[in-house]
């Protein structure tokens, strides 16, 4: 079954989570390595990246990392950084831009003078604003701000509250290039649930 729009899923911490997923059309899986999120992986990430199906692009979301935490990242085999802070596109140039997902929280409008600079960027990713939450929120937002970049050309990830239930719809409304689940597959913080991931891809095949 091949998807015309890529599916990622964020926030794994678990093999039997990994080995589970290599059974589906799955084009990108997130890894964590902010430390207060309750999905940090922290030292593990490499002994999770060996159970990844080989054809899946691995993600790892930083928050301000610093240029070596980025570089050591890479070295671990991830193919792609998402960066979810403050960081700036010349910090993004030094580890290489093709290879950043750059994560903005929408509130009520999308300012496009601040995303302009990252269009080289691998991505953009669209994601709620929550005050002091950097990403996970399981809060959708406005989607037809995230449609704005689409239609502006960017390659853009959605995120934010997407569910089996509303993906169809997120995707009618967008046409984004990939849709990012994480809490929307999950029984709790960091531990998905099967049942709604094989929901999610019956959706999609419909």
């Avoid at 691995?58 to 890479?74: D, F, G, Q, R, S």
């Avoid at 085999?77 to 831009?97: M, N, R, S, W």
Wanted: glycine share 8%.
């Amino acid at each position: 079954m091949a998807l015309k729009t890529k599916i990622k899923i964020c926030g794994l911490t678990r093999r039997e989570d990994i080995l589970f997923l290599n059974r589906f059309p799955v084009d990108y899986v997130g890894f964590v390595l902010y430390p207060r999120s309750p999905r940090y992986v922290g030292e593990n990430l490499k002994h999770l990246l060996g159970y990844v199906r080989e054809d899946i692009q691995k993600v790892a979301v930083l928050v301000n990392p610093t240029y070596e935490e980025a570089k050591a990242v890479l070295d671990t085999g991830i193919d792609l950084i998402q960066l979810h802070g403050e960081e700036t596109v010349e910090f993004a140039k030094k580890i290489g831009l093709s290879r950043v997902i750059k994560a903005f929280r929408i509130k009520d409008k999308v300012e496009l003078d601040l995303i302009a600079p990252w269009e080289k960027a691998y991505a953009i990713l669209t994601d709620t604003f929550v005050k002091g939450v950097p990403g996970g929120t399981g809060k959708t937002f406005n989607w037809s701000l995230a449609k704005v970049l689409v239609d502006h050309g960017y390659k853009v990830f959605l995120a934010g509250g997407i569910t089996p239930e509303n993906v169809k719809q997120a995707i009618l409304t967008v046409s984004p290039y990939a849709i990012d689940l994480s809490s929307g597959v999950e029984i709790s913080p960091g531990i998905k649930d099967y049942a709604k991931i094989n929901n999610l891809f019956r959706q999609l095949e419909n």
